[in-house]
């Protein structure tokens, strides 16, 4: 079994946002990333593998991908290389599908993060990690921020994108619908803020966090319960944003 | 004023390690970073500027240069453009000098943060970053450790590199005469740790991080006068390695 010269050419305009847009696919590069989609039992269209894939990883993927009813073709690892976003591809990748929009007012689940504008991939991958290993699973994202699907996203992710809820080009407006719906509070995270974490008895609230070089605008900083910021002991103009992320959450896991 | 074709080639060669550590000499990219080098202070050899540089900007970087007696050299933007390690640049370099090797039983602060084997150049430059925020100024970095002078890692560290104490290729030889000489402790940060932070009353430690691949060494677990870790309350493998250093270095400074 092999691939065909239109699907290699499918495969390679998704590292294009427009392209995963109109066929509602995405790219899953490498190991980790693989298996981890395999075990979350998120929907791939097929598994594309290279020879120069160790024995033993290489079994396992064709084991979970065989529980899964998920293809794997085996392919030359210059196939893989010319799919591939990276430099030197580890010769596994995997075509995803972008699931469908969830209903907007379904239940979520808290404590939930509210991304505003964060147009850095490798920022945005980490903060999922970050999010999932705290157990904070529901990740919204504002309008004009980086694609949730481009590959240097799903990357960093490590895996962590196929375990979470994930809401794109969610508005000030729909934040205030869910707060209403679900009773819960937003809180927003800024250099003037005066605590450390929300002053609340259980987890219902969404943490807002902005770009590291726009922070979050006002009409987020005016609506909030309360804004939070971690204490400078030494010496700078901010935090890397998922450095942040991590302290906050952190933070809010310590009772 | 201009630069001659010499100079051009040689600041172009600054991108790779063995020629900056020929010339004693590294690149400096962007805004924020040669701002903060003339602000703390680092010996520059020269800035290079283009007229895409907004003039307050300009202004800002020319008067600074002037107090610190750095020249400055007004360049076309193509000139910077094949200079520099990055696609777009921002119109702003400066050559930088290495500083000499420090005596290695001058006098460290307190607590110092011990890298080994950290490859990744963004993770690097975020890690100088955090540790400064939290007032840990001195970094050593084991053998094998990614470049502190790469065109990445400085951009990553914001300046935050100009101000720290950085000592590079210290082995855990070293790290033992450091120890005895200073009367101060090593804690480790392994998956496998049992405390959240040193069980000290001060801050005489240093703090081991390994890197994310394959963690620390078992010389240095067993070394340690305890081992640290960061409670998981959800999924994943590991976190990002800059993360845990923002939240060790955080829960360390929260008394």
Redesign the interface.
């Given at each position: 079994m092999t691939i065909s010269r239109a699907e290699k050419s499918l495969y390679r305009s998704l590292k294009i946002k427009k392209e995963r847009e109109e066929t509602g696919l995405f790219l899953v590069e490498g190991i980790?990333p693989v298996t981890e989609a395999l075990l979350a039992g998120f929907p791939l269209e097929r598994i594309l593998i290279s020879d120069n894939v160790a024995e033993s990883e290489r079994l396992r993927i064709l084991s979970l991908a065989n529980d899964k009813n998920v293809a794997v073709v085996s392919v030359a690892y210059p196939e893989i290389d010319q799919i591939s976003s990276l430099l030197n591809p580890e010769g596994v990748l995997a075509v995803a599908k972008i699931s469908a929009k969830e209903n907007l007012l379904a239940p979520l689940t808290y404590p939930a993060l509210y991304l505003w504008q964060i147009n850095d991939p490798?920022n945005l991958g980490?903060i999922l990690?970050?999010?999932?290993?705290?157990?904070?699973?529901t990740i919204l994202l504002s309008p004009e921020s980086v694609d949730i699907y481009s590959p240097k996203v799903v990357r960093g992710a490590?895996g962590?994108n196929f375990?979470l809820t994930l809401r794109t080009n969610v508005d000030i407006h729909q934040i205030e619908m869910i707060l209403a719906h679900d009773n819960s509070s937003l809180w927003a995270t800024d250099s003037s803020g005066t605590f450390d974490k929300p002053t609340l008895a259980d987890d219902r609230f969404i943490l807002a966090f902005g770009s590291e070089s726009h922070g979050l605008p006002p009409e987020i900083l005016q609506r909030a319960a309360g804004v939070l910021c971690?204490?400078?002991?030494?010496?700078?103009?901010s935090?890397?944003l998922?450095?942040?992320?991590?302290?906050m959450l952190?933070?809010i896991?310590q009772k």
């Open positions: 980790k490798g980490t990690r970050t999010a999932l290993w705290f157990d904070c699973r490590m962590a375990r971690i204490n400078k002991y030494g010496y700078g103009e935090l890397n998922a450095v942040s992320v991590g302290i952190h933070t896991r």
